[in-house]
């Protein structure tokens, strides 16, 4: 089950940072179209993490922890190169 959930956020990792290019290719847009892209990119983080895990409960905090991991290194990163 823990090698699991290490693969559904390795997977989710790379969809935030897909996430990440998609947000800067649409640097001019609205509020409200990146809170959409945002929400597109979340469901399907938890498609696909609901897909190698199995579990509700699981699969939801797999993704939130991912999300947190995420903006924590965007954040560190910000940090030491800005």
Not at 27 to 50: I, P, S, T
Request: with cysteine; glycine share 4%.
């Amino acid at each position: 089950m823990l090698l699991k959930n290490y693969v559904a956020a390795l997977i989710q990792i790379m969809i935030w940072s897909g996430f990440h290019v998609a947000q800067w290719l649409s640097g001019k847009d609205r509020f409200l179209a990146k809170v959409l892209l945002f929400l597109v990119f979340f469901y399907l983080a938890y498609l696909v993490a609901r897909k190698i895990i199995g579990s509700k409960g699981a699969t939801i905090l797999t993704t939130i922890m991912s999300l947190c991991t995420y903006v924590s290194l965007q954040f560190l990163l910000q940090f030491l190169f800005y």
